[in-house]
Each structure stands twice: as structure tokens, then as C-alpha cells.
């Protein structure tokens, strides 16, 4: 996990739900590949994935990624290349399946107000920090439990579990 | 402490835990549904080779149920292939019906355990004193391979049900009504909790619509005390082992809010989010171009006999198409003896298979952009049943047949008054 990066603002409101961000009509493909090209095209947005470069933020207001358990909602956002996603508060689901996929969820009360679209910003994992450069405005994130903050280093759930299991092999066969 | 945090103690292998604390949960039930081919590949990408116990997972084929495209079969048929190499016998395969529903006619959810399913509705297993939760593909990929899962335990917010309830009116007006007032982000993260004489009045069926819909408050999982009403139930459906934990006397919720049910009149739930709700009234004499009566908060036996009584002997207007959607098989074949579909297709209702059908817009009955629907599901995002623009409006069962009959939102209470319905 980098532990500064920096990209445009692509800013949406409140209760975005997982309709929005990945339609239920593609939930049944299965490739990476396929799941990006339909990144918040339920939304007010629907050609995010044309204006969106990688390492670009979304931003979102209160409850985004709320309604279905929906990973592909997650791994669309990561499939583009957000590298982080800003929101005042994450429904349940979709802030476990982000962190799970090693795509940080940063809840950061007031950020909606302090960002328009097409804003550059800057976020410090470690600090806390986020910036508006356009604006000079600066903002702190909520502190991470360490338990998130562990899967987010290991680079997600997956890569976690990988090594818990092939450490347990090892000794096993030891 | 509370009945939920004994029970998440006792998974955790601790004595006590407290709200805000992270635990590591043994889990009793781990469900997948068709969605989540996902699963199958994290578990993969894990390192993962047996699953951690095949009689605990449960496979449901209902999103797709009778699959709708290539893809969609392509993925079931991986489904079959992994659950015979993995020896997991409880494959519910397209003629089952909803993961919820499954659950409670199977006998599958238990008091005191924890269910895990990779749907966002498994709040609706609170009706039953169990701690339901849905999660994505990798958290549920992650039980397979290690049988636990973590969880922050939840602050608990209690909702205490009181006064007397209106002729037509049902678990989910009250539940729509509570969700207008709190707001969709409301219960993020938290359990939220019903208790109160109105409990009484509200079957299994009705506790589960109510639970179902805590989703849509942003609930982590809900909770009702099991009481006679539960254990009944069970005995039917054939479950003696389980364990019923009780809430401290000194327990502090973090909210208590009451209710007091007896001005609430039908509600309606307008598009495009689950808390913009009015009553009824406010909509009457709106066209509805269909209404939809099924999934796993308003397809059930009690919901297909209100709209039966509502439908006899008389037609769904000219210009106003009806959908069925039974929960599950059983459901149907509840239905079928005691002559609900018939009633309803001789009044020119549709028939589709049970399972999740057009509730999530994937198929057998979806909307095209400006027409309206009402109906007994949970959601009325944008795209939510089909075309981005198309209208979703969320009621009872009771509402749903009403607006059928007369092709247009009118309230249920009309034909109560009228002694039309008892
Ligand atoms: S019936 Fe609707 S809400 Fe229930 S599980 Fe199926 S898609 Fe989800």
C-alpha cells in the first residue's frame, strides 16, 4: 500500500447505492477485465470509466455503497484504478469488501463539502491527511483499526489468508 | 449483556464482549448464493482445497433461477461442478427458491448461531434469535477456507413496538414507516432490535418482513427475542437443538426509540430510496403499470392469501399487469392447496418461477423507463428492477393487490371498510 497518493476527485452524493456504482444486469460476469468497464455506470456518471485515469479518488457523502452485498461494486472501483474512496459515512458491506480487496475506504467527516469534481487531491495513509490542492483546504481522516489497517497492508484478505495458509503448511511439514 | 453479544461471546470462545470490540466468530451457516461465483474463485486465490465443513455451506440458485443467459448458466453449472468435488449436499438448485425463505422452510435458521450469506437481506434471520449477516464473495471465501469470520460487535438499537394495529396494515407498513423516519444510513454498523405487545400480532412471517427490511436501514443484523411464537415454528419445521440467550436486565442499548402503531396507516416507500415514505394516501389515483407480489420480504403464503382475498373473483385492471413470484417451492405449493394462484391467475395474474425473479432487475419482469410498478420487495433504487428510469414504488402485499385490482396506488384500507375483507 503507497502511503501517499494523489489523483482527480470524481465526487458523487448521498446513499450511492451498489444499483448505482455496479448494475445488477452485469453481477454475472466473473473477470476483472469485464467488471471495470461498468464502474458507476448506474449512476449520475455513467461514463466514469472514460474519464477516469488510474489512481483517481471517488468521493461520496453519507451511506456510500449501501444496499447489495454486491463485491463487484468494490472490485469495479478497484478494476479502474481508485486509489482510495472518500465518503462522510460507507454502508457495512461494501467498507469490508473494499478493505478485503486491499482498496482503502476512508470515512472523513465534512469531505463532501470540501470537494468539487475535478478537484486534485492528496491523501497520507499514515497521518491522516487529506488535501484539496485546489483549494488548500485540508481535512483529517478517522483513524483505522489496526485490524483494518493490517489487511490493507497485506494488500487485501486474500494475500493475508494466502500466507496464513502456506505458513500452516510449513509447519505442518515440518 | 446482550442476548446477541452472549451469542457472539460464545462463538468468539470469550466470556464476555463489548460493542466496538473485534472478534474472530466461529460460523454456524455459511451460505452462497448464484451471484457470487466470486466465492468459488477467491477461495482459490486463498490456497484453498477442502472447505472448512461441507455440511455447514449452503449453495442457493436463486438470483438466476431458471437462468436467463449463457453466462448466468455457465456460472450455475461451475456452482454444481464445485459443490460435488467439495461433498455439499445442500445445494438448492433453481426449483428451491430465496435464500431467506430456504432458510426458514428447512429449518436451517436456528436461535443463538451465526449465519453468514453472501446477501445483504440475511438480517432477516433475527425474526428467528439467530445473528444473520451478509457479506461480499472474499469475506465469505474467507469461511470456507478458515470457518470464521471477524466482526465488530455491534452497538444495539431497541425498537419497541406499541399500540394497536389498524385494519390493513402489516409489518411492512410499520417497517417502512420506521425506515422514513430514521433514514437509510440510520442502524450502519449497529444491530437493531424489536420488542413490544405488537410482536404478538405479527406471525414468523410478518417478523421476517420486518427484519428483512432493518437491511435498509444500514443494519449489521437484527433481533427479536425468540418467544412461543418462534419455538412453534420451529417444532413445525423440525428444529429441537438450539440455544435461546437472554438480554441483561442492566444491558444499555444505545438507542431506545418506541413506536406507537396505531396512527400508522398503509405506507409507501416512493422512488427512487427506500426512505421517502409517505402513506398511501398521498400516491392514491397514481397508474400502476405493474404490481409485483413476491421475493423474500412479501412472497410468502400470508402475502399470496391477503392478495387471493383481495383479487377473488374479480380481475387485475385492463392496462395493469400482476407478477407472482413465490419465495420458494414450498411457498408455492402452500399457495397451490389452498387455491391462492389460482384465484390470482384466473384474475390475470403471471406466474414466475420462485426466486428472486425481477427484485433485483435481472429478470422475469422487468420495467422499461417511466413505467411504474408497485411492490412487495425492499428496494426501489434506480435500475433496481430494470430500466434506470423506471418508477418503484414499495408497499404491502395488501397495497400491491389493491393497486392491481383498481390500476392504480389506492389503499387497502378502502376494502376493509367496506367489509369486503376481514
Ligand atoms: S428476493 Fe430480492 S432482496 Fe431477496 S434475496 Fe432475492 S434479490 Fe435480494
Redesign the interface.
Known amino acids: 500500500m503507497k502511503k501517499i497518493v494523489q489523483g482527480t476527485a470524481f465526487v458523487f452524493g448521498n446513499n450511492i447505492d451498489t444499483d448505482q456504482i455496479y448494475p445488477g444486469k452485469f453481477v454475472e460476469l466473473t473477470e476483472i477485465a469485464d467488471i471495470k468497464k461498468h464502474a458507476m455506470s448506474g449512476s449520475e456518471i455513467p461514463d466514469l470509466v472514460d474519464k477516469f485515469k488510474p489512481g483517481d479518488i471517488i468521493v461520496g457523502g453519507k451511506n456510500f455503497g449501501c444496499g447489495s452485498s454486491r463485491e463487484h461494486a468494490a472490485i469495479t472501483l478497484k478494476g479502474i484504478g481508485t486509489s482510495a474512496i472518500l465518503a462522510e459515512s460507507f454502508a457495512r458491506i461494501f467498507f469490508r469488501n473494499a478493505i478485503n480487496l486491499g482498496l482503502p475506504a476512508i470515512t472523513c467527516k465534512g469531505i463532501h463539502a470540501l470537494i468539487n469534481s475535478g478537484d486534485q487531491i492528496s491523501i497520507n495513509f499514515t497521518s491522516g491527511e487529506i488535501k484539496n490542492l485546489n483549494t488548500g483546504k485540508i481535512a483529517y481522516a478517522e483513524p483505522m483499526n489496526d485490524y483494518i489497517m493490517n489487511i490493507l497492508q497485506s494488500g487485501g484478505i486474500k494475500a493475508m489468508i494466502l500466507k496464513m495458509q502456506k505458513e500452516k503448511k510449513t509447519l505442518q511439514t515440518k | 449483556m446482550h442476548a446477541i453479544e452472549k451469542l457472539l461471546a460464545k462463538k468468539a470462545g470469550k466470556a464476555t464482549v463489548h460493542a466496538g470490540e473485534?472478534i474472530n466468530c466461529t460460523i454456524d451457516i455459511a451460505g452462497i448464493n448464484d451471484?457470487?461465483?466470486?466465492t468459488v474463485?477467491?477461495f482459490g486465490?486463498?490456497?484453498?482445497e477442502t472447505v472448512f465443513d461441507n455440511k455447514k455451506i449452503i449453495l442457493f440458485f436463486d438470483?438466476?433461477a431458471p437462468c436467463a443467459?449463457e453466462?448466468?448458466a455457465d456460472?450455475h453449472k461451475k456452482f454444481r461442478e464445485f459443490a460435488k468435488a467439495q461433498g455439499i449436499k445442500k445445494l438448492m438448485d433453481i426449483n428451491e427458491g430465496v435464500c431467506h425463505q430456504l432458510m426458514a422452510d428447512y429449518g436451517f435458521s436456528h436461535p443463538g448461531e451465526i449465519i453468514v450469506i453472501?446477501?445483504?437481506h440475511t438480517t432477516t434471520h433475527g425474526a428467528f434469535g439467530a445473528f444473520g449477516t451478509?457479506?461480499?464473495?472474499?469475506?465469505l471465501?474467507?469461511i470456507l477456507?478458515?470457518g470464521k469470520l471477524?466482526f465488530k460487535v455491534p452497538e444495539i438499537i431497541r425498537i419497541n413496538l406499541i399500540g394497536k394495529l389498524q385494519k390493513g396494515v402489516y409489518a411492512k407498513d410499520v417497517i417502512l414507516h420506521i425506515i422514513g423516519d430514521l433514514k437509510?444510513?440510520y442502524g450502519?454498523?449497529k444491530a437493531i432490535e424489536f420488542c413490544g405487545p405488537i410482536l404478538k400480532d405479527f406471525n414468523i412471517s410478518e417478523r421476517m418482513a420486518l427484519c428483512n427490511m432493518t437491511t435498509e436501514l444500514?443494519a449489521?443484523t437484527s433481533y427479536i427475542q425468540p418467544d412461543k411464537i418462534t419455538t412453534d415454528f420451529l417444532q413445525k419445521h423440525g428444529v429441537h437443538n438450539y440455544t435461546i440467550y437472554h438480554t441483561d436486565e442492566d444491558y444499555k442499548y444505545t438507542a431506545d426509540l418506541t413506536y406507537d402503531v396505531t396512527n400508522i396507516g398503509p405506507q409507501i416507500a416512493a422512488p427512487f430510496?427506500v426512505d421517502n415514505v409517505d402513506n398511501i394516501n398521498k400516491f392514491a389515483g397514481l397508474h400502476v403499470d405493474q404490481a409485483y407480489l413476491g421475493s423474500c420480504t412479501g412472497g410468502r403464503v400470508e402475502d399470496f392469501a391477503i392478495a387471493a382475498k383481495i383479487l377473488e373473483g374479480k380481475k387485475v385492471h385492463n392496462g395493469t399487469r400482476m407478477i407472482l413470484v413465490p419465495a420458494s417451492r414450498s411457498v408455492l405449493e402452500k399457495c397451490i392447496e389452498k387455491k391462492y394462484i389460482q384465484t390470482l391467475i384466473a384474475a390475470g395474474a403471471t406466474l414466475a418461477t420462485p426466486g428472486c425473479a425481477a427484485c433485483?432487475?435481472?429478470h422475469q419482469g422487468l420495467i422499461a423507463a417511466d413505467e411504474v410498478c408497485i411492490s412487495s420487495t425492499n428496494?426501489n433504487?434506480?435500475?433496481?428492477m430494470g430500466n434506470?428510469k423506471g418508477r418503484i414504488y414499495l408497499a404491502s402485499p395488501a397495497s400491491v393487490a389493491t393497486a392491481a385490482l383498481y390500476g392504480e396506488i389506492t389503499s387497502p384500507q378502502k376494502f376493509f371498510e367496506r367489509g369486503l375483507c376481514s
Open positions: 473485534f451471484l457470487y461465483y466470486q474463485k477467491s486465490e486463498m490456497g484453498g438470483h438466476y443467459t453466462k448466468q456460472n453472501t446477501d445483504s451478509g457479506v461480499g464473495a472474499t469475506d471465501a474467507t477456507v478458515t471477524w437509510a444510513d450502519v454498523y444500514g449489521k430510496s433485483l432487475g435481472i428496494r433504487f434506480p435500475g433496481r434506470l
